[in-house]
């Protein structure tokens, strides 16, 4: 019987692991959080429940319908509260009957309290592996982003959904994207006064980006019904929304009291003479996403032009075995998650391509990749940015690495090397190990430096995905399969 683990249990991971428990395959779901639902999903831990908690979760019910029936079905295993802190080759064990897949995987994890003394280790070898990690919020530095009061628009918004907490009273929402708007809801719902959306791309480059071919919209009604939503929050609660604007800084003493606004031209630099400050004690930033990378490059997946796992019209990586969904291959919301989550557990437990039910989800997969095209090209990032910095502007918050400090060594050393860079300012090396700002320091040091960077590598590569003690090194435990069902051992066998 085909193993199949499925990693991350947001809508990706959950549409995995039905598809792939429908065809009788056995499926482990792990997870780092307390729950299921990822991100998009995060609600109150089963401890506080409240019946009101699909107010600020769009499809609610349709995460129930997942929870519920992989709680219930025999053949899964969750375990949440369980990290994977790294993936190498079983070279031991061979996958029987199928010589093109070659040695399967060791996932190895830790379940339990993140940074606990007790976390159990564990290691999987399955069949097959379904990659459904997701992405975490992209924020572009500006002076005063290190101030308390600053957060990402998703940290935000995880707050707000679980845990019903306002980051502030007076709040200012800036950044690129249609995500900008659900926050805003999140936070009016949990309680702040929103200031302001300030959206940097213009006017002229959003209508380059949303109205060309406009019949392809048809294929995501739903999208249309939830601006219809955020349209009226905005009305409601007479909320700004500013096109060619953003955050170019944040003031304060000890914390957040203002932040400074200007508009910015088609490029993103801003516009001299046009700031304003705005008196706030929180301002939530997001451009956009950035993929979760770690376990799918410690495989060999090859990635896309824009730095995405590429895979194929089965969800299938280069990476013999290993399937990706959600996020990680494209940001293109909880449809595209959910069709092509489908479509890889489908094909993790040997599904067959012309399976109705797969043409359906490749429809909808199809639909929501043109949406995400639009806003990438609606709300992509543009390189005037980096002229709001001042050479003072922090970078990498965890090293305290400033943009002047970036500049210099690179001037100094002549170094086109990214690893050399890092190693000679320290930028990315913190605890968050370039999580948060490495992408910016590749995109910095690639302009600084001559003919852009030379190295193949990206801060995307942690072979160690987490921190993990020497003593949980010393030993560990081969998770076995998950038993079949009392009375279907000769059919499962």
């Not at 399976?355 to 990438?376: D, G, K, N, Y």
């Not at 003690?469 to 038993?483: H, N, W």
Request: glycine share 12%; net charge neutral.
């Amino acid at each position: 019987m085909t193993q199949v683990l499925v990693i991350g249990a947001g809508p990706a991971g959950l549409a995995a692991a039905t598809a792939a428990s429908a065809l009788g395959a056995d499926v482990t779901v792990l997870d780092s959080s307390y729950d299921l639902g990822g991100q998009y999903w995060r609600h109150l831990p089963s401890t506080r429940p409240t019946a009101s908690e699909g107010i600020l979760l769009h499809g609610f019910e349709r995460f129930r319908e997942l929870r519920e029936r992989l709680e219930n079905d025999s053949q899964v295993r969750i375990l949440t509260l369980s990290q994977v802190w790294a993936i190498d080759r079983n070279p031991d064990t061979r996958n029987a009957g199928d010589s093109s897949v070659g040695d399967r995987w060791r996932v190895h994890v830790l379940q339990g309290v993140p940074d606990g003394h007790d976390r159990l280790a564990l290691t999987i070898i399955p069949d097959a592996i379904v990659f459904a990690t997701g992405a975490h919020d992209r924020t572009l530095p500006f002076t005063g982003w290190q101030l308390p009061g600053v957060f990402s628009a998703g940290a935000a918004q995880a707050l707000a959904k679980g845990e019903r907490v306002a980051v502030g009273s007076r709040v200012v929402v800036s950044g690129a994207g249609p995500f900008l708007l659900p926050v805003a809801a999140s936070l009016v719902q949990a309680g702040a006064k929103v200031l302001g959306v300030y959206e940097a791309s213009t006017i002229s480059r959003l209508a380059s980006g949303w109205l060309p071919r406009p019949w392809q919209l048809l294929g995501a009604p739903g999208k249309a019904a939830e601006l219809v939503g955020y349209v009226g929050n905005h009305l409601r609660n007479r909320i700004p929304y500013r096109t060619g604007r953003a955050v170019i800084a944040a003031e304060g003493d000890g914390r957040v009291e203002r932040v400074v606004v200007a508009r910015l031209d088609a490029n993103w630099a801003p516009i001299v003479g046009t700031t304003r400050t705005i008196e706030a004690d929180a301002v939530c930033i997001g451009h956009g996403f950035t993929p979760r990378l770690e376990l799918p490059i410690a495989v060999g997946c090859a990635l896309s032009a824009e730095r995405f796992v590429a895979v194929d019209h089965r969800q299938a990586t280069s990476s013999p075995g290993v399937y990706a969904a959600g996020e990680i291959t494209g940001i293109g919301g909880v449809d595209a998650a959910l069709a092509e989550g489908s479509i890889a557990g489908h094909s993790a437990a040997g599904g067959s391509d012309d399976e109705a039910a797969m043409s359906r989800q490749r429809r909808l997969r199809a639909a929501s990749t043109r949406f995400a095209a639009r806003i990438e090209a609606a709300h992509g990032i543009r390189p005037g940015w980096s002229q709001w910095l001042t050479p003072d502007t922090l970078i990498c918050r965890c090293e305290e690495v400033s943009y002047g400090r970036l500049c210099d060594t690179s001037a100094h050393t002549g170094s086109a090397g990214l690893r050399s860079l890092k190693l000679s300012t320290r930028a990315g090396l913190g605890i968050c190990q370039g999580r948060v700002c490495g992408r910016t320091v590749e995109d910095l040091l690639g302009r600084l430096a001559a003919g852009g960077l030379i190295d193949t590598t990206s801060t995307d590569r942690r072979p160690i995905v987490s921190p993990i003690r020497l003593g949980e090194l010393a030993g560990g435990t081969v998770l076995p399969p998950a038993p079949p069902p009392p009375g279907n051992t000769e059919e499962r066998e």
